[in-house]
């Protein structure tokens, strides 16, 4: 009797990829300078509407070098009340509509939909993101029927304008609580099946840079609810433990946010005017300094507190993939340092087969957070360091007790949630890439 082998099925993917989606944001030169000098290993890119003046060419040249570029239209910031006079206002597709806030009658418009499209073809962008808005609008319940139109006139102006390449993906803003209900996700599935899109982009206001433990529990049930879409998931304006821990339980099919900037999405004042600018107020942005793979960052004179303390130094300039000679270098380059930690810790859980990673995850990723947050909060800067650096002490050491008491807390929800959840639960399907060069290369993330 002759030995039958059975061949392994050599399409069987073991280890999902993961999409790690960079956001360029405002700081498109030092964005440039990290990917010139290869600090920085993107794959995938998104670029806004709104700042496509000074940032076309770069966009251009990523694409040339086999860098996926996917557009965001802007359309859910153009109509807010709050956000329509920020930079997106200088989108290339409003026209004569420059300076207004959008309505749903606009978006019905096949001029402006065509515009759009336009848009995507002249950059060459690989995907664009549908001109969808916030699902929580208070003074308009109607969007979801409105975005799902323009969705399809989208895709047949693309076709029409020679961009048949280009993908849609398929934003859902909204927020964390609104989608927990069982009754909102049909509806929206319902929806979204059916339109011409590849992926499905979740942009959650109140998810936040933290995760706590009944948020994280909450959004990770929520997401796995949403499978049955059949689409690739990705976490927009997400970025550190949130992401991972989605990506690892596999109900995320992989992320995209800036590096330090538009790394959580807030819709609480979607709907009110904008302030005034206080003439007291201090002038210029907030250095946070990232505190490695924590989901956690503090304001430069804090973190040199911190840092400078007995111990500090080894638990605040290193992580598992990454390791700062200095204080004053990490502040220097915080982006630098968190772009290559962000990218080696999601290789890392890439490389992890997908039954193991949600296990993984806990006993490597959760447990270090863990015991560094803990030892961090032991940490006692001097009276004389913090006084020097203009420094709470106080309330520093508040805050870490807090971090550390949090993370211990998030640790057990997600253990928990593991045990119910069992290894062998659905998984969300992999995006692929839209870029002959990725398909040249065998390169999937």
């Excluded at 944001?25 to 000098?37: I, N, S, V």
């Excluded at 290869?38 to 060419?57: C, D, M, N, P």
């Excluded at 000679?325 to 890439?350: C, F, G, K």
């Excluded at 957070?369 to 032991?378: L, M, P, Q, T």
Aim: proline share 4%; glycine share 8%; hydrophobic share 40%.
């Amino acid at each position: 009797m002759s030995t039958v082998i059975v061949p392994f099925p050599k399409d069987q993917r073991l280890r999902t990829p993961l999409a790690q989606y960079f956001r360029v944001g405002e700081f498109h030169r030092q964005f440039g300078e990290m990917l010139a000098a290869g600090h920085l290993k993107a794959t995938r890119t998104v670029f806004e509407a709104g700042r496509l003046k000074r940032q076309a060419s770069l966009a251009k040249e990523l694409k040339d070098e086999g860098i996926e570029v996917t557009l965001d239209t802007c359309a859910a910031e153009l109509s807010s009340i709050a956000r329509h006079k920020t930079f997106v206002r200088h989108a290339p597709w409003l026209g004569d509509r420059q300076g207004k806030v959008l309505t749903p009658d606009d978006f019905g418009d096949d001029e402006l939909i065509e515009r759009i499209a336009r848009m995507a073809v002249s950059l060459g962008a690989d995907r664009i993101l549908a001109p969808t808005h916030f699902l929580g609008d208070r003074d308009f319940d109607g969007w979801m029927r409105v975005d799902a139109n323009a969705c399809v006139l989208l895709r047949r102006a693309l076709d029409r304008l020679g961009g048949g390449r280009i993908r849609i993906d398929y934003p859902i803003i909204h927020t964390v609580q609104g989608l927990t209900d069982a009754k909102a996700r049909k509806e929206l599935s319902e929806t979204v099946s059916n339109l011409p899109v590849d992926a499905i982009w979740m942009r959650l206001s109140g998810l936040g840079k933290e995760p706590g433990p009944q948020k994280v529990r909450s959004f990770i049930r929520m997401l796995s609810g949403l499978h049955n879409l059949g689409k690739p998931i990705v976490l927009d304006y997400c970025a550190g433990l949130n992401g991972e821990a989605a990506e690892a339980f596999g109900v995320a099919s992989g992320t995209a946010s800036g590096i330090l900037e538009l790394d959580q999405f807030n819709a609480r004042d979607w709907h009110k005017p904008p302030k005034a600018p206080d003439p007291d107020a201090e002038f210029g942005r907030a250095r946070i300094v990232p505190l490695l793979g924590m989901g956690k960052g503090f304001r430069a004179n804090d973190f040199e507190a911190l840092a400078s303390a007995r111990g500090g130094r080894k638990l605040l300039l290193q992580s598992e993939y990454v390791s700062v000679p200095s204080i004053q270098e990490m502040i220097t380059n915080r982006r630098q340092m968190q772009a290559i930690h962000l990218v080696r810790s999601q290789d890392a859980l890439q490389e992890v087969p997908d039954l193991n990673r949600a296990g993984h995850f806990l006993s490597k990723t959760v447990s270090s957070v863990e015991r560094r947050a803990k030892d961090i909060s032991f940490l006692k800067p001097s009276e004389a360091q913090a006084k020097a650096l203009k420094v709470d002490l106080e309330s520093l050491l508040r805050r870490t007790r807090d971090h550390a008491s949090t993370v211990g807390k998030v640790a057990d929800a997600l253990e928990k949630l593991h045990e119910e959840r069992g290894a062998d639960s659905a998984r969300a399907r992999a995006c692929d890439f839209n870029v002959p060069q990725a398909s040249q290369r065998g390169d999937q993330r």
